[in-house]
Nanobody
Framework: QVQLQESGPGLVKPSQTLSVTCTVSGGSITTTYSYWNWIRQPPGKGLEWIGYITSVGNTYHSPSLKSRASISRDTSKNQFTLQLATVTPEDTAIYYC???????WGQGTQVTVSS
């Protein structure tokens, strides 16, 4: 059973960089053809896809986030990480990681952007 667990700072100040990490167990982020997403849900709004990283390390990001989002991975720890630069209060959301497409989901981590 693949399990995902997000970890993040909880509170980030405006203009700083948000960093959240997803730790995967029961499966490998290098499994052929797998891809691993970041998705967020702002308060009172729907789900928003942020981007994903593939099993070979290629990344794709939502155009709406322009160049602020960056996804990386640490294969030795079976983790992948989202960094979102120059955050504003509009980036306040629950951040989810998903695996093998959208089959497996983490429980989500709340990130609030506030001074």
């Amino acid at each position: 059973q693949v399990q995902l667990q997000e970890s993040g700072p909880g509170l980030v100040k405006p203009s700083q960089t948000l960093s959240v990490t997803c730790t995967v167990s029961g499966g490998s982020i290098t499994t052929t053809y797998s891809y691993w997403n970041w998705i967020r849900q702002p308060p009172g709004k729907g789900l928003e896809w942020i981007g994903y990283i593939t099993s070979v390390g290629n990344t794709y990001h939502s155009p709406s986030l322009k160049s602020r989002a960056s996804i990386s991975r640490d294969t030795s720890k079976n983790q992948f990480t989202l960094q979102l630069a120059t955050v504003t209060p509009e980036d306040t959301a629950i951040y989810y990681c998903t695996g093998n497409g959208l089959i497996y989901w983490g429980q989500g981590t709340q990130v609030t952007v506030s001074s």
